[in-house]
């Protein structure tokens, strides 16, 4: 049962990392990129979100590990999104810099959530599930 449930999850963290990646790769050669502030507006919002859902998956009993799997999807395509555009040749810091980010971001952004989570459950918000 458990590997059927990181095999969902996996399948639908490469989802969000073909379309985060597809839409903001789309927008950048289309000249499409909104302005800075709306970018800014969009990254904070999708932190959120994924903030969101790692608490909720968190509160349903879903293990650190599943949640990071589902966060790093979203964030290994954003961060591949950033570095790609400004790299001039493919070196060993080219692949291991997005890389890096995106385990480092998806590693923060599923403990946040955890966390939210703890502690919506110990100020009684929302019921302990487990």
Do not use: D, K, Y
């Given at each position: 049962m458990r590997s059927k449930t990181m095999m969902k999850t996996a399948v639908t963290s490469t989802v969000g990392l073909v379309t985060i990646l597809g839409v903001l790769t789309a927008l950048r050669e289309w000249n499409a990129e909104p302005p800075t502030a709306?970018?800014?507006?969009?990254?904070?919002?999708g932190i959120l979100i994924l903030v969101s859902i790692s608490a909720y998956k968190s509160s349903q009993g879903s293990s650190?590990?599943?949640?990071?799997?589902l966060?790093?999807?979203?964030?290994?395509g954003f961060s591949i999104n950033l570095f790609v555009p400004v790299v001039a040749e493919i070196t060993l810091f080219s692949i291991l810099?997005?890389?890096?980010t995106g385990i480092v971001?998806?590693?923060?952004?599923?403990?946040?959530?955890?966390?939210?989570?703890?502690?919506l459950q110990k100020t009684g918000l929302i019921p302990n599930a487990h």
């Open positions: 709306i970018q800014s507006v969009l990254v904070f919002a650190f590990s599943t949640i990071w799997l966060v790093m999807g979203p964030c290994l810099a997005p890389l890096a971001g998806a590693t923060i952004i599923a403990g946040t959530g955890v966390l939210v989570n703890g502690g």
